[in-house]
């Protein structure tokens, strides 16, 4: 299985299976043969066409139940903001939680400075904002409160919508920032609508990253900017056609817990943008702005309240916590990388 994904009108959904183990699309999508009648090729098509559904139904249902499950955790530990901290390439990863929490909101501003909302001008024009797997939140109230902006977060799981709600509340800002459970790659959502698309650690779950691309680009208003915070794995080398096996199975591991899809690289997502004839679309390699993360969660999980947090929670959280290892694997060996793609519709 070629582990990085075609050019972008061949980009299709691949299956996600429970054991982690990602078949060829040619598998699934596979040209009629001449020796073979057409009743037959009708009859696989369509078995193959329902194992995919399927085996997306499993994914969502997947990434719900174990986002039900965990969030509380993260909370207690971690506060509002479900997504890795923004450091400085020698940081330590003895800062104090706080100072964690601080590289969790600098990640946000850094994202809108590459993104190129940087001065007021450019922030007056962001009145309409969509979180694209928003957590409990954290990213939407955020951006509600600095652009005096209207955000809707989407979220598969209704635990995370419902928490969510209930801190907008606590925050007075229920005015301007609401939730809901939905799809990310069929969004409810009129063509044109926001001003700001924002995806913060949410396109490595997506099944079908053209599909997720083609949905962002649609709900983009004319003028807006689409910015795509997330894990890839690494950029393939000319004339490489997948991943080494030790790299595939580092990330196989990875997709079995924290229920992703076949991963991508950044080359990958620019192409994507690039088929929808975007403006301004630039990506970057934030790996090393993200280093302490992995093992500061580590380090939290190992205290006592993170223990007993940690027992509590639930069998998937547990498993959660014994593969961050592998996510530090990942990024030391450069096969993870944690990528920014950013860009604007054209008006």
């Known amino acids: 299985m070629e582990a990085t994904l075609a050019s972008p009108s061949s980009l299709t959904s691949l299956p996600f299976r429970t054991n982690a183990s990602f078949g060829s699309p040619s598998l699934l999508f596979r040209s009629p043969l001449s020796s073979v009648s057409m009743t037959t090729t009708t009859a696989r098509g369509n078995v193959a066409v329902a194992a995919a559904a399927t085996s997306t139904e499993a994914l969502r249902k997947g990434i719900a139940e174990f986002y039900n499950e965990t969030s509380g955790l993260w909370e207690d530990i971690w506060g509002d903001h479900m997504h890795h901290g923004f450091y400085d390439p020698d940081s330590s990863v003895q800062l104090s939680d706080s100072g964690h929490r601080e590289a969790q909101i600098r990640m946000i501003e850094e994202s809108l400075r590459f993104a190129g909302v940087t001065d007021e001008e450019e922030e007056k024009k962001i009145k309409k904002v969509v979180d694209v797997g928003c957590g409990i939140g954290g990213s939407s109230r955020y951006l509600a409160s600095k652009f005096g902006a209207e955000c809707i977060g989407i979220t598969l799981s209704p635990v995370q919508a419902k928490r969510a709600t209930d801190l907008a509340a606590a925050q007075s800002l229920s005015h301007k920032v609401s939730f809901q459970v939905a799809d990310a790659l069929d969004q409810p959502f009129e063509d044109g609508k926001f001003d700001l698309v ?35 794995h ?73 223990l007993v947090s940690l027992l509590r929670s639930g069998m998937k959280s547990i498993k959660g916590a014994l593969t961050m290892p592998l996510m530090i694997e990942g990024y030391k060996k450069g096969v993870i990388k944690f990528g920014i793609i950013t860009c604007q519709k054209p008006l």
């Open 198 to 232: 924002w995806s913060m650690e949410s396109g490595e779950h997506m099944p079908d990253k053209a599909k997720f691309v083609k949905e962002l680009v649609r709900v983009g208003a004319p003028g807006g900017r689409i910015i795509i915070v997330t894990w890839c």
């Open 234 to 306: 690494r950029n393939l080398s000319t004339g490489e056609k997948a991943l080494q096996p030790w790299e595939q199975n580092i990330l196989d591991k990875i997709c079995k817990t924290f229920y992703l899809p076949a991963w991508c690289s950044t080359d990958d997502y620019v192409k994507l943008l690039q088929s929808h004839s975007l403006q301004d679309i630039k990506c970057a390699d934030w790996s090393e702005n993200v280093a302490p993360f992995w093992p500061a969660v580590i380090r939290t999980a190992l205290t006592w309240n993170g």
